[in-house]
């Protein structure tokens, strides 16, 4: 028996296992992951559009608009790409819907893009506190999130 037919009895034996509301998690799933899956490719291709005109009009990386731009750019792709394999993960079975730790992560990733897009020039400084909070909030949340996941001390 050839590895895709087995993995399709594999799959087959796992449908028939769920029940109603997981099969629609499943589906839902499989379409979130496949609409995901297209914005990343469009995203890619946006950014070797960037990376390409940066090579052929000879523009300067290191102008912060041009830099920043570009790297909010992988950055999204970055993002886009956590958040895709948060949700195949579901598909294949390996964990639940909700992952606070992935979700967390995929937050912290997004506050970074929002940081290099920032133009501390033109900020102001109640928005750097607050996201100074939101900065400090999040790293205190991966810490407790990460506790919680260790396994129990005997």
């Known amino acids: 028996m050839n590895e895709p037919t087995r993995m399709i009895d594999k ?7 769920l029940g109603f509301y997981e099969r629609f998690e499943q589906i839902a799933a499989i379409f979130l992951s496949v609409l995901v899956s297209i914005i990343v490719l469009f995203a890619c291709m946006q950014v070797a559009g ?20 570009l790297f909010a750019g992988v950055l999204t792709v970055l993002i886009a790409l956590e958040f895709n394999h948060s949700i195949v993960q579901v598909i294949e079975r390996k964990q639940s819907i909700v992952q606070v730790r992935i979700v967390v992560q995929i937050a912290i990733l997004a506050l970074v893009r929002k940081f290099i897009l920032l133009d501390l020039a033109k900020t102001e400084a109640m928005v750097l506190i607050g ?10 949340l991966h810490w407790v999130v ?9």
């Open 11 to 17: 799959y087959t034996k796992i449908w028939r296992e």
């Open 146 to 154: 990460k506790i919680a996941d260790l396994p129990p001390r005997e």
């Open 131 to 140: 996201l100074g909070a939101v900065v400090f909030s999040l790293a205190a």
């Open 50 to 69: 960037d990376v390409y005109n940066l090579v052929i009009w000879n523009v300067e990386l290191a102008a912060p608009d041009t830099f920043r731009n």
